[in-house]
């Protein structure tokens, strides 16, 4: 797909000339451009410690992130199916002999054609990537289960790791948060300090509010 000759048949020539010398460097973009967050912006931009702070969180948001790819992968193929049907019925209505059509009709035609070539290769493009996000997420839920949580349940690790994350929030909010964010913390802290493993925790944030570094090393229970 030649998206530069699609893009240069209805412009100026002097336009034209600007885009021709990187044409090459155009072409090459196009192959090489993200689509997609890398491996270290889904590493320690999504699952940074400060929201997911155990192992066992990690993993789960790995689990969702992964089926969000997956998911819009499997309704991409739905489109690209259709869009290959389009491309068949067009080139049929192109080259049938017993059907007149008039200079406009395949001029029209033509451009449908094109742009149904265009989305089948920039769809192509995102379904490939899709898959490497898919094989992505798999790489990092292997690294992060060390087999000290469950992996069939997400709600069991919950109470050790929702806790955390709130105190990590309540250690970096300013101190005129809005006061429906405050009660949101509170009552959180509130109603999870005495489940297993989070009262060392909460005693810590109790006496040091500001030592953000113990909380993140005491130990958290498997």
Same mark, same amino acid.
């Given at each position: 797909?030649?998206?530069?000759?699609?893009?240069?048949?209805?412009? @100026?020539?002097? =336009?034209?000339?600007?885009? #021709?010398?990187?044409?090459?460097?155009?072409?090459?973009?196009?192959?090489?451009?993200?689509?997609?967050?890398?491996?270290?912006?889904?590493?320690?931009?999504?699952? #940074?410690?400060?929201?997911? @702070?155990?192992?066992?969180?990690?993993?789960?948001?790995?689990?969702?992130?992964?089926?969000?790819?997956?998911?819009?992968?499997?309704?991409?193929?739905?489109?690209?199916? *259709?869009?290959?049907?389009?491309?068949?019925?067009?080139?049929?209505?192109? /080259?049938?002999?017993?059907?007149?059509?008039?200079?406009?009709?395949?001029?029209?035609?033509?451009?449908?054609?094109? =742009?149904?070539?265009?989305?089948?290769?920039?769809?192509e493009q995102v379904a490939k990537d899709r898959v490497r996000e898919v094989m992505q997420w798999s790489e990092l839920k292997n690294q992060f289960n060390d087999g000290s949580f469950d992996t069939k349940d997400c709600n069991t690790h919950q109470a050790q790791s929702?806790?955390? /994350?709130?105190?990590? *929030?309540?250690?970096?909010?300013?101190?005129?948060?809005?006061?429906?964010?405050?009660?949101?913390?509170?009552?959180?802290?509130?109603?999870?300090?005495?489940? @297993?493993? #989070?009262? =060392?925790?909460?005693?810590?944030?109790?006496?040091?509010?500001?030592?953000? /570094?113990?909380?993140?090393?005491?130990?958290?229970?498997?």
């Amino acid at each position: 797909m030649n998206q530069l000759e699609l893009v240069t048949s209805v412009l @100026p020539q002097a =336009e034209i000339d600007k885009l #021709n010398p990187i044409k090459e460097e155009l072409i090459d973009a196009w192959h090489k451009r993200q689509v997609f967050r890398t491996a270290i912006e889904a590493r320690y931009g999504v699952l #940074n410690d400060h929201k997911f @702070p155990t192992n066992a969180s990690k993993y789960w948001q790995c689990v969702r992130e992964q089926m969000v790819h997956f998911d819009e992968l499997t309704t991409l193929t739905f489109e690209l199916r *259709r869009k290959k049907i389009n491309l068949k019925e067009i080139d049929h209505k192109l /080259s049938e002999k017993d059907v007149a059509l008039t200079e406009f009709d395949r001029d029209r035609l033509l451009i449908d054609r094109d =742009e149904c070539l265009f989305h089948l290769a920039s769809g192509e493009q995102v379904a490939k990537d899709r898959v490497r996000e898919v094989m992505q997420w798999s790489e990092l839920k292997n690294q992060f289960n060390d087999g000290s949580f469950d992996t069939k349940d997400c709600n069991t690790h919950q109470a050790q790791s929702l806790f955390r /994350s709130v105190l990590n *929030r309540a250690m970096v909010a300013p101190k005129d948060i809005s006061a429906e964010e405050r009660l949101s913390i509170s009552g959180l802290l509130e109603g999870m300090k005495d489940m @297993p493993g #989070n009262r =060392e925790l909460y005693d810590k944030y109790i006496g040091v509010p500001n030592d953000r /570094s113990k909380i993140n090393s005491a130990k958290t229970p498997a």
